[in-house]
């Protein structure tokens, strides 16, 4: 049978600051108090479980520890995205990885119960020793590699421009072998891994940026084949729930063209490749798909 997962990665509006070098104090709840919302309303209305990767300090906040709880009473899994958000992680010394796996670990278990089983690196980018770390902790699964080189093409060259600009992005280009790595579930350094969809031959993008940026005549052409692939892990970020009115008068706009784009289009757009994805597919967290394979 067909296998579908839906997921969403809640990065706070100030890592979005820190990759195009704008001002952080602009930051607000929004993703978590309107973003992470709409994503419960469409799935369940689609009747869709889903798996969130949250980022651990932010649930030292009271609003998104409610709406994280209010996420795992629904049904729907929380996995970690580590504690901080670090794009520089695969760079860091093993002593400060495991401490960012660690920290997210202990809250994100507190707030959904029962301990972390699934992690996603900050910007796809994943190394040998985060994947240790995992193992070591007994982690289920992995959903980190995007095997898409155009995606990769397009982070080294949003980079370098905002350098031509005279300012310093936080993210990082990563390993961009990645690009080419399997497109279905497989091992990666001997972790389960669930990579985030992409055409076959062309390896076009399937994630909530580029569902946006087709529109819905686009999600309608690429709708059979979504219907026809094994395994879609479907990858949405919270901000992808946003658009301009959220965010009165903020600088961010001008540089996330999906943000002019009205929350009520994105809906529809999200909703038809949703439904394209999950027809005559098993639905569930990656959580469950990953203990179901005896991980």
Known sequence: MRRFAANVDV????????????????ATEAVWEQGVPRFLELFERLQIRATFFVVGSDLERAGPRRIAAQAVAAGHELASHTWSHPYNLIHLETAQIREEIEAAERIISEVRGEPVRGFRAPGYNICPKVAEILRERGYAYDSSLFPCPIYYAARAGAIAAIRLAGRRSHSIVGVPQAAFSPRLPHTYQGLLEFPMTVLPGVRLPVIGTSLTLMGTAGVRLIAPILGRLSFVNLEFHGIDLLDATDLPGASLVDHQADLRIPVARKMRIFS????????????????SFALEQGA
């Open 272 to 287: 038809d490749a949703l439904s394209a994805s999950s027809q005559r597919a098993q639905n569930d967290t990656l959580e």
């Open 11 to 26: 990065d706070s509006l100030h890592l979005y600051a820190a990759i195009h070098a704008l001002d952080p104090s602009e």
